[in-house]
Structures are given as structure tokens and as C-alpha cells.
């Protein structure tokens, strides 16, 4: 009781901090599309911000001001998902002009309280370039800056061109007939791919990899990908070495979003997401016809990701924007992956 009034008293008159409600779900979005600074749309982001409200760990708080007439406005809000004893913070955006007011400070407070209560060890973030929530992270949060994280964009239609790395998919017949790339394995690829079976068996083999290569393991958001990426008939791929049958890794591509792509080697990773991207514009031209509309695709990667970054330079992908990310402890080895966008999970 005696910290809930702290926090009332840091407050800007009027505004209090409570838990967040589906209800809350339209005017928070609204509150991260303000603070970002450009125009995103519900439709590409619904699916995952509903996912990540619905979870049972998920923490949640807004901070809200209640008007004389009995309406309530959202000035700010935070969310997180616990995972293995790691807090992931997956959205924390306070209203341009009410920064720097006390509300995130607020917010922050009440969402690492709860995830002590969790039993969280691990805290987790990926921060944007504002210098308030960075100093915010380390002082509440105890996350320091470990990499620096940089996203790219280019037309679907410019990725699937790349063809000098072909893998053979065991489902659907890509129709792309340019020559091996020299390294591969007897006239083919090293690579093999198929439908990702949602067994026993196989979640426990890419937990055992995410441990590894993201620093966790999320069975729910795999199960989560799969079936944003249509089940075992649409585009998520698990990924083969040809020779020893042991896995080398996955990827997602759906119809709102892009990865995560995982490669335990890093040198496969440009050609897992040029097959996920030609996978999907192939399974939508079945769709929808030859005059399916072209999208954007979105990269994510870690300044550390060598092969990715001079494969997305060189290939002509366009750089958005870069942010950081930040733990309370080293993790990961995020030289190997690409991660989801819309940006929420790692």
C-alpha cells in the first residue's frame, strides 16, 4: 500500500496506474502508433497483440486519466511475457508530450514487481532509441545495452528473385531453376525442408535449439506461428541438413508478418528466408491468382549477424530503423537468428 501511494504522489495529477483489459487493447495500440511516429495499421498487428494479451503469464498495466464526465483517456502502458524465468518486455510506450512525467517510471515499477512475483531472473527488452526509456531499463529494470539491433525492408516480389540458393522443399514446387550455389552437396542443396509437425518430439527439439540460440525456450509462440502461417499447409518450415537428417532450423512467414528465422549455421540464414518469402508468394498466387498484391517484408537482425547484414546490404534491402537490445544478463546467440516482425517478440 505504502509503494501504490508513492507512485500515486509521482503521478501528474489526475493519473493513476491500473492492470490492463481487453478493453484497453484499441486505445493502447492507438498510444504505440502516437509514440512511434508513423503509421501502422490494426490489421498487421491485431493477431499478436491478442496473442500476447490472452497469455497467462502476460503482465499488463496502463495508465489512464479519468475525466469529470466519467470517460478515461490512456496516456500510457507496458506489457511483458514471462518465459523460462526470463521477463520479455514486449511493448512499453507513454503519449508524446507526457514523457518524462513519472507515468513510465509507474509503469515500469508496477510491471517489475510483478514479474518478480513471477520468479523472473532474466529481464529482457527491446528497446527503441528513446533516451528516457533507456535510462529507465537500467536504473528499474536492470538491462544493459548487448547489441545493437537493426531492421530492413524490401519488396516480396525483389526477395524471391534471389535464386542462387535453392532448397529443396518436400511439400511445394517452388519452380525456381537456377544452379545449385557451388557449395552445395552433389549437385544439391545441403538443405532440406518441410512442414513444421506440431509433435511432442519436434517441440522439444526446437526448445532445446531456442535455449540455445535465443537464450529461451517459447513452445507457445511456435505453436502460436504455426498457426498464424496456416498449419501444417501453409509456410512455416523446419529446416534439415540433407546428409544427417539433424535440424538446422525454422522459419515463419505469414501473411502480417516475418520470422523468426533460425540457422544453427549462420551461412544458411539468407537462403531460409528467401525460401519462407518465395514459399509464401507461392502459396498466395494459388490463392489468390496471378494478380495477388506484392507486400513488404521485414528483417530484423543483430548488428552481430554478420552474414545477415552483408547479405541484406548487398542484395538491396533498405534499413528502417535500429534499436537495442537489452538484458540484465548476456544470452543468446543472436548471430544465428532474425527476428519476428512486427516487433513484440524476440
Not at 478515461?72 to 508524446?96: D, H, N, S, W
Not at 512475483?117 to 548487448?146: D, E, H
Not at 540433407?242 to 528465422?261: D, H, L, T, W
Not at 506484392?294 to 535500429?322: D, P, Q
Amino acid at each position: 500500500m505504502e509503494c501504490n501511494a508513492r507512485l500515486e504522489r509521482a503521478l501528474p495529477k489526475g493519473i493513476h496506474v491500473r492492470k490492463g483489459q481487453e478493453s484497453d487493447e484499441i486505445p493502447a495500440f492507438d498510444v504505440m502508433r502516437r509514440a512511434m511516429g508513423f503509421e501502422i495499421t490494426w490489421e498487421n498487428h491485431a493477431s499478436i497483440r491478442n496473442y500476447i494479451r490472452l497469455d497467462p503469464s502476460c503482465i499488463f498495466w496502463v495508465a489512464e486519466e479519468r475525466s469529470l464526465l466519467g470517460g478515461t483517456k490512456i496516456f500510457g502502458y507496458i506489457r511483458a511475457l514471462i518465459r523460462e524465468k526470463v521477463m520479455c518486455l514486449t511493448e512499453f510506450f507513454v503519449l508524446p508530450g507526457h514523457q518524462s512525467a513519472g507515468i513510465g517510471t509507474a509503469l515500469i515499477e508496477k510491471m517489475m514487481e510483478d514479474a518478480d512475483r513471477a520468479g523472473a531472473v532474466i529481464k529482457m527488452v527491446l528497446a527503441s532509441q528513446s533516451p528516457a526509456a533507456l535510462r529507465l531499463y537500467i536504473k528499474k529494470a536492470g538491462c544493459f545495452p548487448r547489441i545493437p539491433m537493426i531492421m530492413f525492408s524490401a519488396a516480396e516480389s525483389m526477395v524471391i528473385q534471389d535464386t542462387s540458393h535453392i532448397i529443396e522443399d518436400q511439400c511445394v514446387n517452388l519452380e525456381r531453376q537456377k544452379p545449385f550455389h557451388a557449395s552445395d552437396i552433389n549437385g544439391k542443396s545441403p538443405l532440406i525442408a518441410e512442414p513444421i509437425q506440431p509433435t511432442p518430439e519436434l517441440e522439444a527439439l526446437m526448445s532445446h535449439i531456442d535455449r540455445k540460440i535465443v537464450g529461451f525456450a517459447r513452445p507457445q509462440e511456435h505453436r502460436h506461428w504455426l498457426d498464424e502461417s496456416g498449419g501444417q499447409q501453409g509456410t512455416a518450415r523446419l529446416f534439415r541438413y540433407r546428409q544427417s537428417g539433424e535440424i538446422a532450423g525454422y522459419a515463419y512467414m505469414g501473411k502480417n508478418f516475418c520470422g523468426p528465422v533460425l540457422s544453427l549455421n549462420p551461412e544458411y540464414q539468407p537462403w531460409m528466408i528467401t525460401h519462407a518469402a518465395s514459399l509464401r508468394s507461392t502459396i498466395q498466387k494459388a490463392e489468390q491468382g496471378l494478380f495477388a498484391p506484392t507486400r513488404e517484408i521485414y528483417c530484423s537482425v543483430a548488428g552481430s549477424n554478420e552474414t545477415m547484414l552483408i547479405w541484406l546490404v548487398n542484395s538491396g534491402w533498405k534499413l528502417m530503423f535500429h534499436y537495442t537490445f537489452m538484458s540484465s544478463h548476456p544470452m543468446g546467440m543472436l548471430d544465428r537468428y532474425i527476428g519476428h516482425e512486427p516487433l513484440y517478440l524476440l
